[in-house]
């Protein structure tokens, strides 16, 4: 079974629009972590935000913000007031496990956004 | 402030060869990963070190090799290389466990 599932493998939003990209999970342990990463074409991976299990506030970073809902395992990434530069594959991860293993971290499929002016 | 830089950044080899991706982070991270990215998989967990001399597998090890004798190098070796590591590589690293993992700009490898 997929442990991190991105069910939006493309996504157009308008300039200045607010777009949500989903992100669902799947772990039995009790303390994790949830990692959203933006690649823009030119291939690197930025670090935008991240939720702990146990934290009780949503994250937030700017214009980011991680939509976290522990009962339904999802933990959808917020981005207010798009712009053209926000145009990119966005992977969302997980962080499982105790001890070393504990800083592995399971990619989903990633959805590409695109950003029309 | 370099932070951590992969080489070469493309590199096209042969079937059989050997290949060694180079990573290095100026961070002083405990911790260090390799990954590679493959459409329609995201990216999968290769190897990851905990510290200088500690090393284990991820989810897809096979046909790999790594070794860390310096905290900020952690080299990825292909000891014969085959098609199907045809792939982006990226190298990662943190600060310690259970802390956010910060990329490096990827090696695209080619294997002929």
């Known amino acids: 079974a997929q442990k991190i599932t991105q069910t939006q493998p493309g996504m157009f939003v308008q300039e200045k629009e607010a777009v949500t990209l989903d992100c669902t999970y799947d772990?039995?342990?009790?303390?994790?972590?949830l990692f959203w990463y933006k690649q823009p074409s030119s291939g690197e991976m930025i670090f935008l935000i991240y939720?702990?299990?146990?934290?009780?506030q949503n994250a937030t970073e700017g214009r980011y913000s991680l939509n976290f809902q522990k009962a339904r395992k999802s933990a959808n990434l917020v981005i207010s007031a798009s712009q053209l530069g926000d145009s990119a594959m966005y992977f969302c991860?997980?962080?499982?496990?105790?001890?070393?293993?504990?800083?592995?971290?399971?990619f989903g499929g990633g959805t590409r956004l695109m950003v029309k002016p | 402030d370099a932070g951590i830089t992969q080489s070469p950044r493309y590199k096209i080899t042969e079937t059989g060869r050997q290949v060694t991706l180079m990573c290095h982070q100026t961070?002083?991270?405990?911790?260090m990963f390799w990954y590679r990215q493959d459409l329609g998989h995201g990216l999968r967990l290769i190897y990851y070190?905990?510290?200088?001399?500690?090393?284990d597998k991820g989810e897809v090890p096979d046909g790999y090799v790594v070794s860390r004798s310096k905290t900020e190098n952690f080299p990825l070796t292909l000891e014969s290389a085959t098609r199907s590591q045809t792939s982006v590589y990226f190298c990662?690293?943190?600060?310690?466990?259970?802390?956010?993992?910060?990329f490096g700009p990827g090696t695209r490898l080619l294997v002929l």
């Open positions: 939720q702990g299990s146990y934290d009780e």
């Open positions: 990662a690293s943190s600060e310690s466990t259970r802390q956010t993992q910060y």
């Open positions: 772990t039995s342990d009790q303390s994790y972590g």
């Open positions: 991860a997980m962080r499982e496990g105790r001890g070393n293993a504990g800083n592995m971290l399971t």
């Open positions: 961070w002083s991270h405990s911790y």
């Open positions: 070190s905990a510290a200088a001399d500690i090393t």
